[in-house]
């Protein structure tokens, strides 16, 4: 296999210092549990893992379908603990993959790193291009660089951690699951968003949130605006409490503390799911 | 979708050729109709470098008399530099149809421009000082190797690999797009503009000639019309975000600087870094990894962002 070196190493500690919380989402409670060690892992697919097994993975001379592939095959091999060394900001590495893995990218990531990922723990030294774990359901991605624009699109379930700044419509139609930002984000961030909570530790560009129809925006800094039924929401001891969690858990707890931290929330005012549109009236008529 | 590239040497100059190749053979996959250049070497004095070609490459398989007809346009292009008074210095053959000539003159430039684009089937692609503005079919490896870019040393460039969406798969419509008639001044661009026609319409009422029915070409006319009438680099590329409607990313490039616009969308990417040395900006990240593959900070600059280095 080439660009491949494997160590075993016994007493490597598979624990990135990430966690997940609790899944709500009902196909991933069917699917997949991840306080479950081992066990109760629902893809018919899924592979058994071993965190202490670890490969590294040279992608200097591979394209991203053979290192996506070479992915797989060490997973099938038992292999719990990957490093992809010399990334190269390739496109769509590590995409889909549906199982639990300690991944480690050292490097820069091109479009679409991360996506459709169910269950692994990801981290990134260098920074991501758009569309970062775009549709992710569980796990974890933790980017230590900046991200571009999408940062999490339509994200389901799972923490994506980005410790830089990132760019426009980060979390466009987010359904679920934590993004949290280090420093600022683009314009139209939470466009659309349904669930799920969004950290912005900097500053927002303008029409943050808009047409949001629910979920949860904390914002550290300023956006230069709101967008359409996006209104501020009154933080609450439970807000404080989680966002407390979720900032140190990353390190990223601000030294002035979060009281500086603001609320947005759905205004709800263009929620029409329970009304038909004119024109279907009358065709009930 | 196509993929623009642009890269600035802050002190000195490089092998911006070889770079800018290196640059677009990466962006390959965003669009691999046509490959253009726009780099800058080393001015010389009251000497301009003009590139234009005769016929489109599509055109010299048509046919038995293409060949004397291209001999014939550019013989016609030469009777009328000399008819001007310009002096060529000397020539280089790139293909059989498109030309390098190194000349002196000193008169007004969109005279001479339009007297030779008057040759039929002529157009000038770029006429500059440090300018040399090369473009054709197929990707960057191609297009290099064709024009002989990789041993072009100079202090900036940009480039583009294209995808025709709103226009036809040759030359004419490849970027970069030369801000005529102003020398040195090149434009390159990811989007569509909406109200293309409307502005070309405008600029023709003033005077202004259109070579190509692609949108981006309208950026370099109206870059030209605005240093024209005394804006800078910097405020002309501040003021296209609130003229042209659309959705765009774009560079401009002059005889010592470069700049960048995007516009309130922010709908078309773009990855910068900056470095005391160097600053490098592309449509994709993997583009300025195949000119600094160590690790870098690089991000993504925001909606109405509009940045311009000098050399």
């Given at each position: 296999m080439a660009g491949l070196t494997t160590t075993k190493q016994a007493h490597v500690s598979h624990d990135m210092g990430m966690h997940t919380e609790a899944l709500r989402g009902k196909t991933q409670q069917r699917f997949f549990d991840v306080t479950e060690e081992g066990g109760g892992y629902g893809y018919p697919d899924a592979l058994d893992v071993d965190f202490n097994k670890r490969a590294e993975l040279d992608c200097e001379k591979l394209d991203t379908k053979q290192i996506n592939a070479q992915l797989r095959d060490l997973m099938k091999r038992g292999y719990g603990t990957i490093v992809l060394q010399n990334p190269g900001s390739k496109h769509s590495l590590a995409v889909g993959i549906l199982n639990r893995l300690n991944l480690y990218i050292e490097g820069s990531c091109g479009y679409f790193a991360c996506g459709l990922l169910d269950g692994p723990n990801v981290k990134i030294k260098g920074r991501v291009g758009w569309a970062c774990g775009e549709n992710m359901l569980s796990g974890t991605i933790l980017i230590e660089k900046n991200a571009g624009s999408q940062?999490?699109?339509a994200l389901r379930g799972g923490d994506i951690v980005c410790k830089g700044s990132v760019g426009a419509r980060t979390g466009i139609d987010q359904k679920g699951g934590n993004i949290i930002v280090g420093g600022d984000t683009g314009s139209f961030s939470g466009f659309m968003m349904q669930r799920g909570r969004m950290v912005i530790c900097g500053n927002a560009g303008k029409?943050?949130?808009?047409?949001?129809?629910d979920g949860t925006i904390y914002l550290g800094g300023e956006a230069r605006s709101l967008g359409v039924d996006a209104v501020p929401g009154e933080m609450t001891a439970l807000d404080r409490e989680w966002l407390t969690r979720k900032l140190k858990m990353y390190g990223m707890y601000p030294a002035k503390g979060i009281g500086h931290f603001k609320k947005i929330v759905a205004?709800?005012?263009?929620?029409?799911?329970?009304n038909l549109e004119p024109g279907e009236k009358k065709l009930v008529l | 979708m196509c993929g623009i590239a642009g890269l600035i040497h802050r002190k000195g100059s490089g092998n911006i050729g070889q770079e800018m190749t290196q640059m677009l053979q990466s962006l390959k996959h965003r669009g691999p109709d046509s490959t253009g250049y726009a780099i800058y070497g080393t001015p010389g004095r009251n000497e301009y470098v003009m590139r234009f070609k005769v016929a489109e490459q599509e055109d010299m398989a048509k046919g038995f008399d293409i060949h004397d007809e291209v001999k014939r346009r550019r013989a016609k292009v030469e009777e009328r530099l000399a008819a001007l008074g310009v002096q060529i210095i000397d020539k280089d053959e790139a293909t059989d149809y498109a030309y390098r000539y190194r000349i002196q003159y000193d008169g007004d430039m969109k005279k001479l421009a339009d007297y030779v684009e008057d040759v039929d089937g002529t157009e000038i692609l770029s006429m500059g000082n440090a300018l040399e503005l090369i473009k054709d079919l197929g990707d960057a490896a191609r297009v290099a190797e064709q024009y002989d870019l990789r041993k072009f040393k100079g202090t900036h460039g940009i480039g583009h690999t294209r995808m025709a969406?709103?226009?036809?798969?040759d030359i004419r419509s490849a970027h970069p797009y030369w801000a005529y008639p102003y020398n040195d001044i090149a434009v390159v661009h990811n989007g569509q503009l909406t109200n293309y026609w409307m502005m070309r319409r405008e600029f023709e009422r003033r005077g202004h000639r259109f070579m190509s029915n692609c949108d981006s070409e309208l950026l370099a006319v109206y870059t030209a019309y605005n240093l024209e009438h005394g804006a800078t680099l910097e405020e002309s590329l501040r003021q296209s975000i609130q003229d042209i409607d659309g959705v765009f990313t774009y560079l401009v490039s002059t005889k010592d600087a470069l700049g960048m616009a995007k516009d309130t969308m922010a709908a078309k990417p773009m990855v910068l870094y900056e470095s005391d040395d160097l600053v490098a900006l592309a449509s994709e990240e993997v583009a300025i990894r195949a000119v600094i593959p160590h690790e870098i900070d690089t991000w993504d600059p925001y909606d109405e962002e509009v940045r311009v280095w000098r050399a």
């Open positions: 940062f999490g699109a029409n943050l949130g808009d047409s949001m129809y205004g709800k005012q263009l929620w029409n799911y329970d | 969406t709103e226009s036809d798969v």
